[in-house]
């Protein structure tokens, strides 16, 4: 069965500062890895999703990288907000259904 | 465009009622996933639909758990004689295409509290 572990389970941070969020997971014969976003009450919403075949993903501020070998991800997101606080979940794939870490919990001090 | 929506968004239950759940998914989208997310947790996989087969149920915990999708569109989820371990919050999600290669899109999920 997958096991994706993420660490820390929670990080607090001025604002401006860069954040790395990491996740690993056991079996690596994964088709995708997404990292997800979730706000107090709402649901998820999908910020980066990685192709097994890809080393990482961009948009924005955030950038996503894929060690599969390792069984290793890293989310970076750059010059923090407060609006970036939320809880920030890894999930994998190794058929159709998401295999989901803990998440970690980010807070930005303004 | 409109999302994943779910009803309710919250429901108390005294333990052993029966609740339904409801999913609407994006128009057109053919997956159909349901997770239930307990607190402080991600999120469990429970089952998944393509059009109206259910492929997987492997996640449902118990046989009091029961989903369908008659018409491949509108999904429901009901929980029989509810217990207190089944609290969570119940997420459902949909993918245009079936496979492995696509983003799942996540409705705003129901809370659910068995008193």
């Known amino acids: 069965k997958q096991e994706v572990t993420q660490i820390p389970a929670a990080l607090s941070v001025p604002e401006g500062e860069n954040l790395v969020l990491n996740c690993s997971f056991t079996?690596?014969?994964?088709?995708?890895l997404q990292w997800f976003r979730q706000d107090p009450g709402k649901g998820l919403t999908s910020l980066l999703l990685i192709q097994s075949s890809q080393r990482e993903q961009t948009s924005g501020r955030l950038n996503a990288s894929l060690d599969k070998s390792s069984g290793r991800s890293t989310l970076y997101i750059a010059a923090s907000q407060p609006g970036d606080s939320a809880t920030y979940l890894c999930?994998?794939?190794?058929?159709?259904?998401?295999?989901f870490g803990a998440g970690t919990t980010v807070t930005v001090r303004a | 465009g409109a999302g994943v929506s779910q009803s309710p968004r919250y429901k108390v239950a005294k333990r052993g009622q029966d609740v339904a759940l409801r999913c609407d998914p994006i128009?057109?989208?053919?997956?159909l996933f349901w997770y239930q997310q307990a607190l402080g947790q991600g999120p469990e996989f429970l089952t998944y639909?393509?059009?109206?087969?259910?492929?997987?149920k492997s996640g449902l915990p118990s046989d009091r758990f029961f989903a369908e999708r008659p018409e491949g569109s509108v999904s429901t989820l009901k929980i029989q004689r509810t217990q207190q371990e089944d609290s969570a919050v119940y997420l459902c999600?949909?993918?245009?295409?079936?496979?492995?290669?696509?983003?799942?899109?996540f409705g705003p999920g129901t809370r659910l509290t068995v008193l």
């Open positions: 639909f393509q059009n109206e087969a259910q492929l997987d």
């Open positions: 999600a949909s993918s245009l295409v079936p496979g492995r290669q696509d983003t799942q899109y």
């Open positions: 079996d690596s014969a994964i088709y995708n």
């Open positions: 128009s057109g989208h053919v997956s």
């Open positions: 999930a994998v794939s190794n058929d159709y259904k998401l295999s």
